[in-house]
């Protein structure tokens, strides 16, 4: 759905999945909280993006109500990390959204790093 959205310009449709007072991790470094706010910056940020192509999703991770869901960038730009929570009406609405992370490389453990534990 984000990617048809996204490729129709139409931020509403992008923000209206959300829980109200959902927190998404953008712009990079900071937060922004709630769908209003959220239709807000999408309605900034696609006004200049390029076209979006779907890309697979990871397998969905669920604990009772809760689920974890995320994908591979297969643009390298950026894997993306979402978390729902079911509601009555089987609806999954996202409380959580960290689009566009670039994984950090595995650190090197040195054998005095080890020690301090």
């Not at 900071?30 to 910056?41: E, F, K, N, P, Y």
């Not at 200049?48 to 397998?59: F, K």
Request: net charge neutral.
């Amino acid at each position: 759905m984000f990617v048809e959205c996204a490729n129709e310009r139409d931020a509403a449709g992008i923000a209206a999945p959300y829980d109200e007072d959902r927190v998404m991790a953008n712009p990079p470094g900071r937060q922004t909280v709630g769908r209003d706010a959220i239709r807000v910056l999408w309605k900034k940020v696609l006004a200049n993006a390029p076209h979006s192509e779907l890309e697979p999703p990871l397998p969905t991770r669920i604990s009772g109500d809760i689920a974890l869901t995320s994908t591979h960038p297969e643009d390298g730009v950026g894997a993306l990390a979402q978390v729902a929570r079911r509601q009555p009406d089987c609806t999954w609405p996202r409380l959580l959204d960290q689009p566009e992370f670039v994984p950090r490389a595995p650190r090197r453990v040195t054998p005095a790093a080890k020690l301090d534990l």
